[in-house]
C-alpha cells in the first residue's frame, strides 16, 4: 500500500516559540534536513524502550499529518512525571525538535537525525526519559536518544510515500460513468464533481507518475471530447 505525498512549499525560516506546554522549547524551521531519495510513512504507532546506565528511555512515534497532530500525540503520550520528554517531528519540508532540558543538541536534534536516517515522513517521535542516578555526558545522551529513536522506526511498520498530483476533466454526462468507472485503474480519487447543463467537472487527486497515461486514456475514452488539465494551466478550451 503506498501513502500520498503532498510536498509543501515555505522559505526557510527559524525561530524558538512556546506553546500550550509550559514544560518545552522548541527548534522550528522549514528547511529539511538531507533524507534519502525513497520516503517511507508508519502504518501506525509503535513504542520502542531500553534502559541506559540505569536511565530508562521510551521512544514512542505515530504517523501524523500536521503539526497540530504532532503537538497533540505529545500532549498524550508524553509523562509530565518523568525527568525529560524530548521530541521531533518532520512533516514535508516543516521540521522541529526539542531537547526538554537536556543539553542543546543532545536530545531533540539526533531524534531528528533518526527520523531522516529511517527515511520517514509524516511522523512524531517522542523519546521520555526516566533519570537513573547516573549522567551520560553529551555523548551518551545523543547516542541514547538517537539510538532509541531509530530502533523504534526500524521496528514499526512502514509504507512507501508517493508524490501525488491533481487533475481536472470536464466531460459530456455520456462519458462521466465511464470515466468514474476507469479512475481506481490509475490510482485516482475523486476529490470533488460538479455539474451544469454542459456536462460535468472532475477533480482528481492520482499518483504524479501516472499523470501522463490517465490524460491519454481519458482523451482516448472520450474520442477527444473531454478537455484534461492540471490546476496550473487551468481549463483547456
Known sequence: MDIPLRLPTGTHVAHRE??????????VFRSPPRMSESLHVLVAACRHA?????????AQAAPVQTAV???????????????????????GQDYRFNDDGEPGGTAGRPILQAIEGAGVDRVMVVVTRWYGGIKLGAGGLVR?????SAECLRLAERVPLV???RLGVRCNFADLPLLKARCPAWDARIERETFDAGGATLELELPAGRLDEARARIVDLTRGQARVWQPDEGPQV
Open 18 to 27: 512556546r506553546r500550550s506546554l509550559a514544560w518545552y522549547r522548541a527548534g
Open 50 to 58: 531500553q534502559d541506559i546506565r540505569k536511565s530508562r528511555f521510551l
Open 69 to 91: 497532530q504532532a503537538m497533540a500525540f505529545l500532549q498524550e503520550v508524553a509523562d509530565p512525571a518523568a525527568t525529560h520528554n524530548c521530541w521531533a517531528y518532520r512533516i
Open 144 to 148: 541514547a536518544y538517537g539510538g532509541t
Open 163 to 165: 508524490a501525488m498530483a
